[in-house]
Every structure is written in C-alpha cells, then in structure tokens.
C-alpha cells in the first residue's frame, strides 16, 4: 500500500532543446502545485555551489524550464517565468506547460457541431501549440459526457480562456509535467484514503454557498439570441438564479447543455475541505505524486460539527520543503484541497 512518506526534492533547469542548463540539488525551498482547470505555479530557492552559480546566471524567463523531482521521482515542469539573483541565492518562479495558452490565440477559424467538450478542448490544446511546440501531450481519460457546439475566430481571444469556458460548462482539466490531462467532471476514481489519523493537525469544512444556484441561464450573447437554461424554484434551498455569457456558444442547444453542466456542480452547496497548510501524515494511504486534480480521495472525518464520510473531488495539491541543506532534508508539508459538489453527489 502506498503512503505519502516524507519526501525530499530537487531540481533541475533546462533549455528548450531539451539540454540541462544547471542542476539545483541545493535548496533550501521548495513549493509546487497542482490545480484543477488552472495554471499551477512552482517556486524553488537554489543555493549555487561551485560553477552552477555562472550557469544559473544565464536563466532566462521562458527559454527554461524548471523540473521538480521529489524522491527523485518527476512530479512538476513548466516555463520559467521569473528570476531573481541575490548574494548567495538564486530564486525561480515558475507556471506549467498550460501558461503558454495564455499566450496563443486560436490560429484558424473553426466551427464545432455537436461535439464531446474534450474533442472540442484537444483541438484548442494542439491549435494553440501547432506553430511553436515547447513540448506538450494531451491524455483523455473518457469523454466529458457534455455535448454542444463552439465557434472560435483566428486571433480572437486567449486559448487558455477559451479552455477555461469549455471548464466552466462539463470539462475537466489539470497539467501533470508536460501532459495535459482532460476528464469529465463526473470523474470519481480514488486515489486514497483520509481519516482523522492522517490529519492530525485538524481540518477545515466550508461549505460555499456563493457558489450555490437553483436556475443557470447560458447565453451565447448579451441580446438573447443564444440562450439556454435549467432548472428552477428549488424545495429546499428557494429560488437562485445565475447567469453566464460565453459568446463561442452558437446555438440554443448548445446553451442548454452548459446551463444544465452548470447546475449540477452548484446544486446542492459546494462543500470544501482544506488541511490549513498542515502535513498530511507520512502514514497516510495515498501516494503524493498520485495526488492529481480530476481524481478524487475517500475522506471519514469526524473532528468537526460536520462530519464528512464521502469521495470527493481532488482541487489543488500544494508541496512545501523548507530549510534543507546539502546534508540535512528540509521538513515537508502537503496540502490538500477537496470538494463535494452536485457531479460529486450525483
């Protein structure tokens, strides 16, 4: 059985070519994320020995590439998108593979009909990087189950925003190293279990009811030419309606499909579960590299008012080392976050 263990990382940077232009095997910090349907960032504090500090001086934002290990094992990678050298330090920030597409637009013009979201969002993937590939895979894990169709204009809007509206209406994505995962959001495959023991610094149940809403209307435009809608007055929870614009919608069916995707991650309340940046126990049964959004854990939790027995949704990983030394690994922490929403429920 797999547990999380006390992990200990290290780094390495390298060029577009795919050449190593330094190791980082002393750091004294480290910090890497995982998000569902964003950018996640990573973030390391290099202590340079030797000649690694002339090499880590010829960094550049974009050209590199940051690679975080842990036990050795690859866990995160991603552009280099800032720098800071400093007496006796060098620190890097970093986003993963999905931070290009917030520089690419769509580079043709294309028509969806009725089309699954993740044959819609793998076109927007491979456009996005067709004419410049820093190197990028794109694994679908099963259909999104969510049907319409999309418009997208040549050089018109951000294709990390255009992912990012296929995401609010059925899809799912996260970026594990180079690959692109997509799944549906009705995704429920566990990849561990929590309980109490595993937490033993306590935890944190929120349920969000800004998120909550019995009536989602879709339009395609703001005169209402495009419009979709689902659902209503509801027994419990009264009468809350919300309403979303997304002008690559083109049809009413369309429309209707995302309204109804809506409604089903908003109703009933969203509830979350955050550690509070505490350490996961070493002990407990899941494998931190396997820690993926999309994916979920089994969670028993009894040390609050509101007890949690349930499968829920994996919503960001964050992975802290801190005061590491050549000789001496730092102390980890593990951060988890976790939701039950409606596709969860459902």
């Known amino acids: 059985m797999a547990v999380a263990g006390c992990g200990t990382h290290t780094a390495r940077i390298i060029d577009r070519s795919g050449a190593t232009v330094s190791t980082a095997d002393v750091l004294t910090e480290v910090e890497w994320t995982r998000l569902l349907d964003d950018t996640s960032t990573a973030r390391v504090v290099i202590n340079p020995d030797g000649n690694c500090c002339e090499r880590l001086g010829r960094v550049r934002s974009w050209r590199h590439k940051l690679m975080v290990y842990r036990d050795g094992e690859f866990v995160w990678g991603g552009p280099i998108i800032q720098a800071e050298w400093s007496l006796g330090q060098v620190e890097i920030a970093a986003a993963d593979v999905l931070a290009w597409l917030d520089r690419r637009v769509p580079h043709q013009d294309i028509e969806f009909g009725d089309s699954d979201l993740t044959d819609i969002a793998s076109w927007l993937i491979e456009d996005g990087f067709a004419p410049d590939d820093p190197g990028h895979q794109v694994e679908v894990i099963a259909p ?93 929870y009264g009468l809350l309606e919300r309403y979303l614009e997304q002008t690559s919608i083109p049809d ?58 349930q499968r829920l949704k994996i919503l960001g990983v964050k992975v802290t080392e801190t005061g590491g030394s050549g000789n001496t690994p730092g102390s980890e922490s593990v951060q988890l976050q976790v939701a039950a929403t409606g596709a969860e429920t459902a």
Do not use: M, N
């Open 252 to 309: 009413d069916a369309s429309a209707t499909a995302a309204a109804r995707s809506k409604l089903r991650s908003s109703l009933p309340v969203p509830v979350f579960i955050d550690s509070q940046q505490v350490t996961i126990s070493p002990q407990a049964a899941v494998s931190v590299p396997k820690l993926v959004p999309g994916w979920c854990v089994d969670v028993t939790s009894a040390t609050t008012c509101r007890t949690i027995t």
């Open 144 to 236: 999104a189950g969510v049907r319409g169709a999309r418009e997208y204009r040549r050089d018109v809007g951000q294709t990390g925003d255009h992912l990012r509206d296929l995401a609010e209406t059925g899809l799912d994505y996260t970026a594990v190293g180079d690959i692109i995962v997509l799944l549906p959001e009705t995704h429920t495959a566990s990849v561990g279990r929590l309980t109490d023991a595993d937490l033993p610094d306590g935890l944190v149940v929120a349920e969000d009811g800004t998120a909550l809403a019995t009536r989602w209307i879709v339009a395609g435009d703001d005169e209402g030419d495009v419009l979709g809608e689902a659902g209503g007055a509801d027994a419990y």
